[in-house]
């Protein structure tokens, strides 16, 4: 198997951003050196055609636009849309528990998250914390504690023998971290800001608050027998955010592009942050303030809601129709569902296809079974908020919302050069 420049790219971008805060922090490197302009949301913006813009929100969604060379009033925009969260266990507001003596954290679930893989792994913790400096000022750092501190062991078959039938999880009483053993119960804060100290916030007067995340230490990898696959976590979605990002560094500025990666599409979107906040119609506005104009460029327009899909697994063949089991390696997905949990039409489908044959990308098709329910990502909700015309895609994966997921490592380079071609075609609107 040839190795892959984006796929190795990914690698390095999914060790390095073990939560939505550090994903938006490499994202925005990325495009500052591939010559994108950093814009403030309290500013006034300056948009000149032919140039590269971003900006952040909260810290942990980013949105990154080309104002085309070309008159986006006749070309429309080609969006791309991702998220920058993963379902994992979040630290407590108030986590210090003393039991026995064993200093444990208490856990958050954030999001659907597959409990079970979640056992005997080596867990750190990473995320924002903000806190006051010795001059009384409010602050905040990202920050990462990279070595595996914390641990939430499994119970022994031997003290529960029905474990392979039985066993269910209780987050509450069953998940607690185990972080050390101590007599006293320890002070969470003071910890948080010893580590501040150590990565360079010499500052600090008071922790105050934070977001954190659990995550295992186990970098991704590339495995199977011919090097076929990638596992890690967090492939839902950050292998989107990165295809799509990486990929608008490498489109022309003749078309307006934009790619927004948004917050909280696990936990339902509904925030200022997340795909039912204001982050992409925000941006319209200043990219062409005069609602008409807004109208017919919209109309022009087209977006691709990018999250992963479920291949057949061979396991498990009678979980999807014998019609639609996309397969790792085989190229991304059109998703479909008639009652419109996905916001593909057979019109949004019909220019991915020309596309994809453009671009020499193979695509495969997915709908739930008849009998099942259907999950559902930002497609529906874009479309709906904006009235722009959408589809959802997605490479195939297996184990999604695990600890660990697995993904087609050929499968990344056919989502680049599809959404490179779409960058770069002139004509959008279906
Ligand atoms: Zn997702």
Not at 373 to 380: E, Q, V
Request: glycine share 6%; net charge negative; proline share 4%.
């Amino acid at each position: 198997m040839t190795e892959s420049a984006v796929a190795s790219s990914l690698l390095t971008f999914l060790t390095q951003s073990p939560t939505p805060f550090h994903a938006t922090e490499n994202l925005k490197q990325l495009f500052l050196q591939h010559g994108f302009n950093e814009l403030n949301e309290k500013q006034d913006w300056q948009l000149v055609a032919g140039q590269k813009y971003f900006f952040t929100r909260s810290d942990s969604s980013i949105v990154a636009f080309i104002k085309g060379s070309e008159d986006i009033r006749q070309t429309g925009i080609r969006m791309v849309g991702a998220h920058t969260d993963s379902p994992c266990l979040k630290v407590k507001p108030q986590p210090e528990k003393l039991i026995k003596n064993y200093a444990q954290l208490g856990v958050e679930v954030y999001g659907g998250v597959l409990l079970n893989p979640w056992f005997d792994r080596d867990l750190s913790i990473a995320g924002k914390v903000s806190f006051l400096n010795k001059s009384g000022k409010l602050q905040s750092h990202l920050i990462n504690f990279k070595s595996p501190i914390a641990i939430v062991p499994n119970l022994a078959i031997h003290l529960d023998r029905e474990a392979n039938i039985k066993r269910t999880v209780n987050p509450q009483t069953d998940m607690s971290a185990i972080l050390l053993q101590s007599d006293e119960k320890i002070d969470f804060r003071q910890m948080l800001q010893q580590q501040l100290e150590q990565e360079g916030c010499g500052d600090v007067e008071e922790v105050l608050d934070f977001n954190l995340s659990f995550y295992d230490v186990q970098a991704p990898g590339v495995v199977g027998f011919k090097s076929e696959f990638i596992s890690s976590a967090r492939l839902d979605n950050l292998l989107s955010c990165f295809v799509a990002s990486y990929a608008l560094t490498q489109a022309d500025t003749r078309y307006s592009a934009l790619v927004v990666c948004n917050d909280h599409e696990e936990v339902g979107s509904n925030t200022d942050i997340g795909a039912q906040g204001t982050m992409v119609d925000d941006t319209l506005q200043r990219l062409v303030p005069d609602s008409i104009e807004r109208q017919l460029v919209l109309r022009k327009s087209l977006m691709f809601s990018v999250d992963n899909a479920h291949g057949v697994h061979p396991n498990y063949l009678q979980k999807h129709d014998e019609q639609h089991g996309p397969l790792l390696n085989k190229g991304p997905v059109l998703k479909f569902d008639a009652n419109q949990c996905y916001a593909t039409s057979s019109d949004s489908a019909a220019f991915v296809r020309a596309t994809a044959k453009q671009a020499g990308v193979p695509l495969q098709t997915y709908v739930t079974r008849a009998d099942m329910r259907c999950g559902s990502t930002i497609g529906p909700i874009t479309a709906s908020n904006l009235g722009i015309k959408t589809v959802d895609i997605g490479v195939p994966t297996f184990g999604m919302h695990s600890i660990r997921e697995l993904a087609g490592y050929q499968d990344i380079d056919h989502l680049a050069s599809l959404l490179s071609q779409f960058y770069a075609t002139a004509e959008v609107s279906v």
